[in-house]
């Protein structure tokens, strides 16, 4: 969790290359529908989700910095479903010390996560996409609004969509984070000093998601993509299609 701002990389830093995509959803059932087989065949485009989320109803009381010293602008926004937020993205090497994710790499190297793997290890940074909320507080409160350890979130950047978990919480004023797995799956630099990209991307959490185990990546992005077909499509969760496919709602 970042309680003090990190120097970002200047615009024109090199992009890394994304990691492999999430393999394609399982094939629909003989007796499922023509709607469903579109459902789970087409991929969310980054243009699907951003539609969605043009639009600010706000569900924080405040607005949130993207650092220490920025200006407090960004509101948490809600809509069907899910909630959301624009902001930047700082680096969390926190967790589980790994190679990139350490004391030597990250002057602000945490070993702990604020929730847990299913073995109660902390959470591996290097590997978990996850995103960073806001500890809750008069501004706003994530658990309010559905979002515990686990539940899902769709990441936007530059035209890209990848898929985490909540995995961690950061200052009570600050948005913005998320794990060096996934800031490396969406092409951002991940090193905790200089990585990390000053604006552009959009958070999705969907409410009442939750993947279990938590470290599970696998789930989490073919959860991340269903629940994601739903929102564009303006399905209500909790549906027949969620029901023949396991989801782990409010789990």
Same mark, same amino acid.
């Given at each position: 969790?970042?309680?003090?701002?990190? /120097? *970002?990389?200047?615009? $024109?830093?090199? =992009?890394?290359?994304? /990691?492999?995509?999430?393999?394609?959803?399982?094939?629909?059932? !003989?007796?499922?529908?023509?709607?469903?087989?579109?459902?789970? #065949? %087409?991929?969310?485009?980054?243009?699907?989700? *951003?539609?969605?989320?043009? #639009? +600010?109803?706000?569900?924080?009381?405040?607005?949130?910095?993207?650092?220490?010293?920025?200006?407090?602008?960004?509101?948490? +926004?809600? @809509?069907?479903?899910?909630?959301?937020?624009?902001?930047?993205?700082?680096?969390? +090497?926190?967790?589980?010390? @790994? $190679?990139? +994710?350490?004391?030597? /790499? #990250?002057?602000?190297?945490?070993?702990? /996560?604020?929730?847990?793997?299913? #073995?109660?290890?902390?959470?591996?940074?290097?590997? =978990?996409?996850?995103?960073?909320?806001?500890?809750?507080?008069?501004?706003?409160?994530?658990?309010?609004?559905?979002?515990?350890?686990?539940?899902?979130?769709?990441?936007?950047?530059?035209?890209?969509?990848?898929?985490?978990?909540?995995?961690?919480?950061?200052?009570?004023?600050?948005?913005?984070?998320?794990?060096? !797995? @996934?800031?490396?799956?969406?092409?951002?630099?991940?090193?905790?000093?200089?990585?990390?990209?000053?604006?552009?991307?959009?958070?999705?959490?969907?409410?009442?998601?939750?993947?279990?185990?938590?470290?599970?990546?696998?789930?989490? %992005?073919?959860?991340?993509?269903?629940?994601?077909?739903?929102?564009?499509?303006?399905?209500?969760?909790?549906?027949?299609?969620?029901?023949?496919?396991?989801?782990?709602?409010?789990?």
């Amino acid at each position: 969790m970042r309680f003090q701002s990190l /120097t *970002l990389v200047a615009a $024109g830093a090199a =992009l890394l290359a994304p /990691t492999t995509p999430t393999a394609p959803p399982t094939p629909p059932a !003989a007796d499922e529908g023509p709607e469903v087989r579109r459902e789970v #065949d %087409a991929e969310v485009s980054a243009a699907d989700l *951003l539609s969605k989320v043009r #639009d +600010c109803a706000p569900v924080s009381r405040g607005r949130y910095r993207s650092d220490g010293r920025a200006p407090a602008k960004i509101p948490v +926004c809600g @809509t069907r479903g899910a909630v959301f937020w624009k902001a930047d993205m700082d680096i969390d +090497c926190d967790g589980q010390p @790994t $190679g990139h +994710c350490n004391r030597r /790499t #990250d002057p602000y190297f945490s070993a702990t /996560t604020a929730y847990q793997q299913s #073995d109660g290890r902390h959470l591996n940074a290097e590997r =978990l996409p996850y995103i960073v909320v806001p500890t809750p507080s008069g501004i706003w409160d994530h658990d309010a609004d559905g979002m515990h350890g686990g539940a899902v979130a769709a990441v936007v950047y530059r035209g890209r969509v990848r898929y985490a978990v909540v995995g961690d919480v950061g200052p009570r004023d600050i948005i913005g984070e998320a794990s060096y !797995a @996934t800031a490396k799956a969406l092409g951002i630099p991940p090193d905790p000093r200089t990585g990390g990209t000053a604006s552009g991307v959009t958070y999705i959490v969907f409410k009442g998601s939750r993947v279990t185990p938590i470290e599970d990546a696998a789930a989490a %992005a073919r959860v991340g993509e269903r629940l994601a077909r739903q929102f564009v499509d303006g399905v209500t969760y909790g549906s027949s299609y969620d029901k023949r496919h396991g989801s782990s709602y409010g789990r």
